[in-house]
Every structure is written in C-alpha cells, then in structure tokens.
C-alpha cells in the first residue's frame, strides 16, 4: 500500500514533510544512538538523514517502507563516520560499527515509544536526590563536577548515581518492557 | 541484564559526560576488545539508547521539536542555495504522479476532504478528552507484597510498587503473600491481606472487597462523596477513619478503630448501623447488624510526620566528616530531605531516630510495633544494621559543642564516639533485624520492632531514646527518606498495633 504522506511530500506539501520528520525521527535518532561513533553527533547524522532522503524525495517509491529506507541511509552514515574517524589508525572502524551493526535490531525500533513512556514511568520512581542529579545533569546539562558543586557532593558521586541510575532505569523499562509484552 | 565491565562503564560514563575525543576513542579502543561479546555489546548499545533517551525526555534541546526544528532549519539553509525546494520536489514529481495516475484532479474533493478530516480528528480529540479524564488515574501502589497480580483490560501482570491505578483495575494478592499497601487519590490509605480480590472503582462506591481483608484508613471526605466500600454482602459508608473489612463466603466483617463507619447491609431492607471505634458488626442474611466491642483485636495506630497532624519524628545524622573543623564532632546534618548513611574510607555517617509523643490510649498494650522506612539504594547487599539506643541525645543542641559524633548533648558524650558502644550507647543484645532495601529507586522496607521496647518508648517517655541506623562495611552506602522528606510518603513511620483492656474504647 502506498504511503500517502510521502506522496503527499512528493506533491509538495510541506507538512507532510514534516509529518514524515514526526513520524520517523524517533526510530532514526535512537538507532543512531546506538551506532554512531559518539552521542554528540548521534542527532547531527540523524538530521542528515532525512535532509538527504527529502533530496531524493521523488525517486523514493511510495510502495517500499519509508521507516526502512530511512534507516538504510541512517546506516550508511553511521558506517561513514566511523571510517572518517578511524581512517588512518589502529582501530577499525568498520569492524567495529559493523559489531554494533550486527547487534542493533531494527525490529526493537519498533517499540521505541513505549521505551520513552516506560522511561518517564521510570524516573518518576527515582529518588528525588536522584532525580535532581539527573535533572541537573540532563535538563540543564551540567558536566558532573558542576553538579557535584552545586549539590555539595564529590563528582565521583554524582558519576557512581548517574551510572547505577542509567543501569537501574534500563532495568525498570527491559521490566515494564516485559510485563507489556506478556500483557 | 548484562551489566558493563567496570572499566568499561566508567569511561562510557566519562564519555557521556561530555567526554573529550580521547575519552572517546580510548572507549572504542576498549570496545574493539570485546567487539564479539554480544552481550557486551549489547549492554554498551543499551546504555547509549538510554542516555539518548534521557536526553529526549529531559533536556528541551534534544525533544523531538527541537529536531524537528533543526531539520526544518537545515531544509531552509538548503532552499536558500539552492532554490524553492519543496517546488523543486513538486516538480521533479509532477512527472510521476501522472505515471501512477495519482493526481488529484478534483480540487473541491480535496477541501472536502481535509474538511472531512478536520472533522474526524475534532471529533476524535473530544473523544480522546472524554476518554483520558474517565482514565484517570485513582491512585497508586505505595507498597507491593509477593505474589500480587493486577487485571487490566482483561490481561494480568504482576504489580510493582509506584504503580499507577485506574477505576475498573481488580488487585489480587497470592496466597500467604505479604500483604499490599495501596494509596487512592482521596487521601485513602489500605493494606490488602494475603487471599484478596479487590476492584478499584471510580463510581457511587469507590472499592469493592470480593475477597479477603482490607485495613483501611480514610481522611475527611466531601459530604457530597462519601467514600464506600461494597462487599458481596454489605456497604461500608466511611465517615472519616481507619477500620477493616473482611469477607468470608456468608458475611462481611467491620472492625473499626478509629471514628465510625456505617455498614448497610444488602439483606432485611438494607438495614444499617453506624459502628463506633473499638466495635465491630457483621452483615449476614437474616441476623441484624449489631456492633459487639471489639475483643482481642489490636488497634493501629500510625504516627508519621505530618500525618494527621503529628509533629513528633525526629531524625538526624551524626557523622565523622569535617571533623577537622570541628574538634571532632563532625557534621551534624539536620533536617534534610533524606540523609546519607555511610561507611567510606573518608568519612562515616550514622542515622539517629526517635519517635517522641507517642499518645496511645491508658493502658494500651503494644502487640506488635514496625517502622516503615523508605531508602534509596543503587547497590545489593548492603550491610545496614539498627540498633535500640540506651541513652539520651538532644537534637535541640546544634551549637559546635552540641551533639555529633563525640557529644550527645552539651556537656555529655557518647561512651563511644558515634554511639559505637554496644553496652553502653546501645540496648545490649538486641538488634533491629533489617529486610535488605531493593536495588535502586524509593524501596520500602518495613522492619520490626520489639514491642517490648516500644512499650517502654509509650509507658515511659524519658525513656525512649530511638534508634540508630549505621553500616557495617567498609564502602557502603545508602540513603534513608526523613521525617523532613517532601513528600509524606517517603516519611518514616511508626506503627503500634495495641490493644486495650477490657472496658476501654479505642478513642486515641
């Protein structure tokens, strides 16, 4: 069946250019999360992603899945960046993107929404001390030390929180996770 | 979970945190090692997704508009070099369109369409409206027991504690479970027994008990919207207070040990009867309600700061840190939300608490005491240890020279510094026996007290000089909520079960 916002897209409407972007940003920026050579530049190769599906808008068939072709393009950027980073050095960077290549599965993107309702649900359950550190660090992206200032705690502590949180909240989401699936 | 290798999870963490390039590929150096460990990998992919994750939900710059915007704005920088591009991209389609015979050629068709569409998403966001403020939430699981399952929609999961309720959700405890501590939005607390079936509503009644016991305690309710409980056999109208219920297959039992609550029975007209504290009454066919004192049945009694007006906790930390400044004495920490427990390498850090005001009715007899704790907790194992202490301490004296680690009060110290004396500072040979605190998140633990302590803390005030919560081990760690906590849940409290002697009425 045919995909009607990317043949609207085709046509020229620009909101469904935009719905395309709603739609599918979520599932391109956290398969890239999981393949780029590094965080920061995770949502930048995301964006470059549709910027050079929407180049190639009208020669994308309406037939195929616009979820998978958008992956495909985010898999070759991410394939890039590791050979551009690892040109001419003792790391491989083929070997290693294609390592992490082989353990990303597109399928688990499919759940993606539920992993961040799972993820709110999560933090709610966090201890407000922690939730602070998180805060702090996330919201008003605050490097560890300057935490740690603020909250009159040594920055090995809010880095020993900020680890053991991220592990205790992927527990939580892989439970919820679980517990939606058996529902 | 596959949890990283140390080294390996502190330099993602480093990396993380904003790491330079070198943190950077010193991480993918390491990774490369390990690059046909799946389960490494995996976790490593996991814990990036997260922090992504994190990022989208917390920080504003990384939403999902933020993305879109800088999209859209790199879609702008390109039309500026290179033309109108949405135009461009109609045009280069334009071609196509008439190959796959698409075109729209009816342009009235089209407005009727979005017309028709505008149409079915107002009508859909009335709907969704409708449908989200009749699912709203009614409350939450504070506590859960073993072997609790909750249906929902006709599928079951097992409960977790922090769990969101909604009308029409059927809790079931499991046989000889642990029971289930439960709180509604109408400021209604509730402990659900072992063998209990009860249906969260959101209509004329608010529970229905179909099985098992319910202890139940109910703040003021409007007038207009009194909070009832429905069994198969009777309504309990609850006129603000604590009682119980308990259904078997003939009967419904009402305890009641605080204010009163109307039991209506289904049978003989609906007859009803409002039941005082300290009386119980059953709705069974053909036998009219009649309430009987209460015999041998313990009263609760909860005391929790801010907790109807109790204003009597009292907790602290002493600790070894800053000694340098201060002769010794440490730190004192007062009045925090909650308080570091600790026994690092630098510094240690210990738990005072003490529970004062303990206004129990003449004579009550403490059958059973527990304290509820809440802690936050990020490793397994940790070595937390409570003791009675044996002699006083002023939490009034802050002054340098006040209490600490060295003094208990002005002009009085510990035998040992830190209350460390087994005989003197602390109850000789008792301990308090601690549950082991979940990994992670607000835990709750409920740790039992001895009564006969409790006793002494109630018939003789002077005499009751708390608790102490310390670690044993070299490098743990844990943080326990205070009486301060902002949130009354998280408080510490102290629940006496008592009961009364003969002739007395449960009016505390």
Known sequence: MADDVLLRAQGGDRSAITAIVQEHQRAVRSYLSRLAPDASTADDLAQE?????????????????????????????????WRKQYSRREISGDELFNALESRASVENLATNDDRLEHLRACLARLGPKALEIFQLHYNDELRCEEVAERLNM?????????????????NCIEARAGGAATQ | MTTLPQDLQELLARCLDGGSAGDWQSLHERLAAVRDDSAILDAYAETCALHHDLRCVLAPGASSEAFLRGVESKLNDQRKDSGRFVLEVAARTREQ????????????????????AATVLLAAGIYFLQGSASNRSIGRIVRVGSAAQLARGGAEHSVSTGEILFADDILRTGSGAEGSEIELDEKATFQVSADTIVVFRKASYALELKQGKLDISVGPQPKDHPFIVRTPHADAEVLGTHFALEVDADRTRLSVFESRVRLKSVWDGGSNTVVQAGYSAEARPGTPIVAIPLKDVPLVAVFQQGKKGYAGACDLVITTQNSEFTYNNGATQFDADQYLICNFKEYQMRMLMRFEDLMLPAGAKVVSAELDMKWENWDTGQSLQGSYLNVAWNPKARELNGLGWIHRDVGADWAMPGASDDKKDRV?????????????????????????????????PASNFGVLFSISKRG?????????????????????????????????
């Not at chain 1, 808008?57 to 195929?64: F, G, N, S, T």
């Not at chain 2, 008439?98 to 075109?103: E, G, H, M, Q, V």
């Open chain 1, 49 to 81: 992603v549709f910027l050079e599906a929407f180049q190639v808008l009208e020669r994308i068939d309406p037939q195929r899945d616009l979820r998978n072709y958008l992956l495909g393009i985010a898999r070759n950027r991410a394939r890039m960046a």
């Open chain 1, 154 to 170: 040594t920055a090995g502590s809010i880095r020993s929180v900020l680890t053991r949180g991220r592990d205790a909240l992927r």
């Open chain 2, 428 to 460: 000789s040979g008792i301990s308090i026996p601690l549950p082991t605190p979940g990994n992670a998140y607000v835990t709750a633990t409920r740790i039992s007290l001895d009564p006969a302590q409790v006793q002494r803390w109630v018939n003789a």
């Open chain 2, 97 to 116: 369109f008439k190959k796959r015979d698409r075109t729209v050629r009816n342009r009235s068709f089209v407005w009727a369409g979005w017309g028709a």
């Open chain 2, 476 to 508: 743990d760690h844990i943080r326990a909520f205070a009486s301060h906590a902002a949130e009354q849940n998280n408080r510490p409290a102290l629940v006496i079960r008592y009961t009364l002697p003969d002739g007395n009425s449960a009016t505390h």
